[in-house]
């Protein structure tokens, strides 16, 4: 980081400056620190908790006057206090779960690229056999030898399959860090590879790394209420974005706004998340555009 | 040609015995068996039950007779659904599960090519900005939230369609889901042919091409469309993954009987045998899929055929 400082702007710096010139970028990341905010503060503050039942305002359809700003389930319970519990639980599950995959992915696609040899083969090799198989097949296999229900278990689950891209982009990019002169001559220097792994490789996979983390946890929100929506995820009481949807599905012809409460948070909430991870990629990596 | 087909043929293979190998160790070696959740068995009953399924046999002998039934296309009997065995339930559910695949697949490509083809020969224009947003938007949305919102709209509001469900087969019960299905894909496809065509018009063999005189039409039927098509050629076969995977919720999503929500069921159910059942003849059909897609691409740019 000295060098960096000592030319006045380092790569941090630089994209920084380039990620708060972009528009889409910052008003997604002002969106998405709000609605953290409100996903965070807003439950505990408001009268009714996730499993809480209302008997007086069963079904009730969502408006500002209401006693429930987002309306009720057919169990009265509050909808605005169940879809930001949904948010929550989507936003732990996905950050929790994108950092385990990107942690495998990195360790994985770093080892293998700089080991080599057979070695190498055998561990790209097991990825692309995973790879070729839909993910939702590796999950089910999983849900139905662990069995459903615990959020461990889901977590597990979707980081099992989150780290193979992870794998595959650092595999690349460490075989083409691997013929750059400041390998070779740490080599030549005698760094063990631990610590060239550790010092050279990884310092400069950051980037990458960033980018693709950012780019996961929409992923990992996807896959989260897609199980949950089959009912491989989580379960009632608990709320989450895809069991959300799932009930509102089935009520919709009664009780529209059970659907689209949630689907629109969801739909919101990848949104930003995309555009963010965009945002990021532009900006560490201008030759992209 | 021939060794490039081979070669990919060696990569599909291994890759289906590894699954078949994969999930059952996963799920025989796994602690929880199938008759766990009912009420509790005495031992005797319990143990009666493992010998006429075969529970209390070694592993390896549970494997080998696994891959004998499989080599029939037999099976096994169902845990969960006690009057089928899961052959009879994958032959129930395959015909309608794979109908919606195929015609989500051909719909999102004859949707989805032209839509890019238009964009990148408009481009800049209004045209070009509806088509990329709307492709924007298809790529971003999940099904379970198109499909409910579509079977709204369509269904509950405007009455055109069904809601759901599955009467004697009448194709209108279709649409819906197959458009739910194809959305994505076509708007994938779209922005893939999109990029790719305007990249190949700026290339220099177009140029000298239309500095022969040929008329645009030419130039893009004879010289663009063919290099401009191989992205989508080679998003086909996760195109086919992501159909198989999406079919899942698109049946939960409209009541349709198809074999994907007896997977989705067989694993809530812990229900081993139909699961593994299911997860094999769907990658068996995904690899098959991705196998003629590489072929596809193969015949389409010779340059592939060398590795």
Known sequence: MSEAAAAGRGLWRDAA????????????????????????????????????????????????????????????????????????????????????????????????????????????????????????????????????????????????????TTARIVHGQTLQLKRREFIEAARATGVPTAGILLRHILPNLAGTVVVYATLTVPQMILFESFLSFLGLGVQEPYASLGNLINAGAQEMESAPWMLLVPAAFLVLLLACLNLLGDGLRDALDPRER | MLSYALRRIAVAVPTLLVVITLSFALQRLAPGGPFDQEQTLTPAVRANLDRVYGLDRPLAVQYAHYLGALARGDFGPSLSQRDFTVGELIRQGLPLSATLGLAAVLLAILAGIPAGIAAALARGGGTDYALTALAALGIALPTFVTGPALALLFGLHLHWLPVAGWERGAPRYLVLPVVTLALPVAAYLARLTRASLLEVLRTNYVRSARARGLGSARVLWHHALRPALLPAVSYLGPAVAFVVTGSLVIETVFGLPGSGRYLVQGAIDRDYPLVMGMVIVYAALTLGCNLAADLLYGWLDPGARRE
């Not at chain 1, 360790?107 to 293998?112: Q, S």
């Open chain 1, 17 to 164: 400056r380039r990620l708060a010139a972009n528009r889409a970028a910052r008003a997604a990341l002002v969106v998405l620190a709000s609605l953290t905010l409100l996903a965070l503060l807003a439950p505990p503050a408001s009268p009714w908790g996730y499993d809480s039942l209302d008997w007086h305002h069963l079904a009730q359809p969502p408006g500002l006057a209401a006693a429930h700003w987002f309306g009720t389930d057919r169990l009265g319970r509050d909808l605005f206090v169940r879809t930001l519990c949904g948010v929550r639980l989507s936003l732990l599950i996905s950050l929790l779960a994108s950092a385990i995959s990107v942690g495998i992915g990195l360790a994985w696609g770093a080892l293998a690229g700089l080991v080599g040899g057979r070695t190498e083969e055998g561990m790209m090799r097991f990825v692309d056999v995973l790879y070729s198989l839909p993910y939702l097949f590796i999950v089910i296999i999983l849900s139905t030898v662990i069995g459903r229900g615990s959020i461990t278990v889901l977590l597990i689950a979707i980081a099992a399959v989150g780290w193979l």
